[in-house]
C-alpha cells in the first residue's frame, strides 16, 4: 500500500512540475523575445516603451472587418501596417495591426468592425507609453 500511495505522490508531483515547466515556456515564449508587444481581441490595457513595436491580432466572425487605420487618441503611438494573416479562415479575416510606441503618454486605439459601413462592435486598447 506505502509503494502505491508513494507511486501517486510521485506521480501527482510530476505532473504538477511538468505543468509548471510548460506554464514557464508559454509565459517566456509569450514576452517574445524580439521586443513587440502583442495584444489579442479583448480590450486592453498595456505598457511599452518607446521604440518598441506593438502588435494587435483581431479575429473575424463572418464578413465584418476591422477598419483601417484604427483610431488613435494621441500622438504617443503612430500607425505602422495592417496585414490578414493565416491561417485564412473561411468564417472571416484575422488581421494584425502593427504600431510603433513613439512618444511616452498615453494612447487609446479605436478599433472599429464594421460591414458594408455599418458598425458592428469597438474594441479599444489602452497603451501606456514609457
Not at 501517486?8 to 523575445?33: D, K
Request: hydrophobic share 40%; charged share 15%; aromatic share 4%.
Amino acid at each position: 500500500m506505502n509503494d502505491i500511495s508513494r507511486h501517486c505522490v510521485t506521480s501527482s508531483h510530476a505532473r504538477t512540475r511538468h505543468a509548471l515547466a510548460l506554464a514557464l515556456i508559454v509565459a517566456i515564449v509569450s514576452c517574445r523575445a524580439d521586443g513587440v508587444l502583442g495584444l489579442d481581441s479583448q480590450s486592453q490595457s498595456r505598457s511599452a516603451r518607446v521604440g518598441q513595436e506593438v502588435e494587435v491580432t483581431l479575429g473575424n466572425v463572418g464578413p465584418a472587418i476591422y477598419e483601417s487605420p484604427p483610431g488613435i487618441s494621441s500622438s504617443a503611438l503612430m500607425f505602422l501596417s495592417v496585414d490578414v494573416v493565416p491561417p485564412y479562415n473561411p468564417g472571416g479575416p484575422t488581421q494584425r495591426f502593427r504600431f510603433k510606441a513613439v512618444n511616452a503618454g498615453m494612447a487609446i486605439v479605436a478599433f472599429r468592425r464594421t460591414l458594408s459601413g455599418t458598425l458592428v462592435s469597438i474594441v479599444e486598447d489602452t497603451i501606456q507609453v514609457r
